[in-house]
């Protein structure tokens, strides 16, 4: 192992040439297995069986094919997760067609730019609500519904019709190469308008060739998934290891929003592992941690392991898997990188902010500036429309992840991302990264954490609270000596004097926390203040939350109703309210 570069210990396997073939392979291993299964009518889930979804998605291939959709043309999906929508654009795919899924939480005038950006052949939608709130002019002239009927639109019956999808996927599986694109995926969009990342089959089943080299998953494996889709972590990563080893995906309702809906779906499915964000996973043991029953449902005798990724999950949130047996694997890289690059091994111990080894066919090396680079068959093709943005994030064929990390014994560590890193009044970098996530872990009241203080003698923080947790009587503690908040006011109290221990426990001077605002509001998806994978986008909460930073920076203790400050300077004046 070199100080600055990490080579795979595997080889990478066999590669399927295209997703046609993989879902054929598939199929192979029991017609009869459910492939999806979402709520019903009825209430309980429904199944959809291995050989009915493969003859469906390509029954959906030559339907836009017979719509005189060309190969490699681009067809928009602007939906949420549904059985139908992954045949859909599975069958774009498989056909050879490319797939630009776009987060169905996005404005209409938003999604409107994407559309004239990509120049879309066909649309998607899943309500003629959705296809409505666009402006006429953006619509292609191939649309498809999937919910319901409107003017000018097939629908989802029309698209699977009554033709012989088995042998369209068939002749799908030899005609699409490797280097074909398949997917258009916009990045979250955290800093300005969204890249469209362009991956082909190749990028994609690069990933599942590993995967099965390194969990060598069994078929049949059961997942509940709330993932969404357009984001690389759950339409590419969860939702191709699950179809690429006959797996049985089952929708969760949830959407990640409801946890004990979540908890009742765990209890059906009885998922042999779960991919979820950390956010959830947290909201998830605060739940576990109150009800034997719920903490039963999770840690069945046929959980086989967790995976988390988007952000770095807190020590005592994996303390409460390693307590029954349960490995937490954590992965990392960008929807650049299809999107992963390094993984965890199946040991129950973790090291904070260290993401493993690569992946095989994967390679890492750290830059002189810090800045992590890789190579591998996972790399994307380029930015759609953008060989500018392609060529500068390019170095002698490496690409350039804008992520700062460092060799260790453990493997790869990430230590910040590159344009986060400011100076302070006397010229010390400081790395936000690692100290938001301290400031997580050390209380769990705390849901996200934005470090900021360019020029400052030192950090400040803008803290945004878990008001669900706040307000719940039922929680308990995971530490004897939490005191268990109530209230923003309460929170502050009691955050003063962790936040002064997270500080001296920081063996670096320029990393402790002089002051800090916990405002009164949780950050939002909905509002574009959190990317769909509930990363904080610096350039929203800089726009939304810029007074209170300047409030923080030139020291005012006159602050507005929602807003507790937190002074740990020697003889900080007490807080006022305006």
Known sequence: MSARLLEAEASLPAVTVNLAAMLREASTFDRAAPAVSQRG??????????????????????????RGIGRQERVAVW????????????GIMASGRTSVPIFPGYPADFVAQLLTFSRVSALVVDTPARLASLPEDVRPACVVVLNGQAPGASTWAEVIGDR????????????????DLAVIMFTSGTTNFPKGVMLTHGNILSQQAALRALWKPTAGMRLLSYLPWHHSFGGLFERFFALSTGGSITLDDSGGRNIELMLENV?????HVFFSVPKIYAELMSRILSSPEHEQAFFHPELRFVFTAAAPLPLNVSDVFKARGVPVLEGWGLTETSPCCTLTSMSLERQPGVVGQPIPGVTVKIADDGEILVKGPNIMRGYFDRPDLTAAAFDDGWFKTGDVGEVTAGGLKIVSRKDRIFKLGNGEKVFP???????????RYVKHAYIFGSGQDAPLALLFPNNELLGSSTVRAEDANCERPRSV??????LTECIDCMNKRTGTKINRVSRALIIDRELSVDRQELTPSFKVIPRSIETRFGEYMRLLEKGETELPDDAELIDLREGAPAKEKK
């Open 41 to 66: 009518a009825g209430g309980s889930f429904e199944p959809m069986a291995w050989g009915r979804f493969v003859g469906h998605v390509g029954a959906a291939g030559a339907f836009f094919e017979a």
């Open 79 to 90: 939906c949420g997760n549904s059985a139908e929508r992954l045949v859909v654009e599975l």
């Open 164 to 179: 012989d999808g088995d042998a369209a996927l068939e002749r799908f599986a030899t005609e699409s190469r490797a280097d």
């Open 267 to 271: 209890r059906a499915v009885r998922p």
């Open 433 to 443: 990264t690692p100290i938001e996530d301290s400031l997580a872990a050390t209380c």
């Open 489 to 494: 006011e309460h929170l502050r109290a009691c």
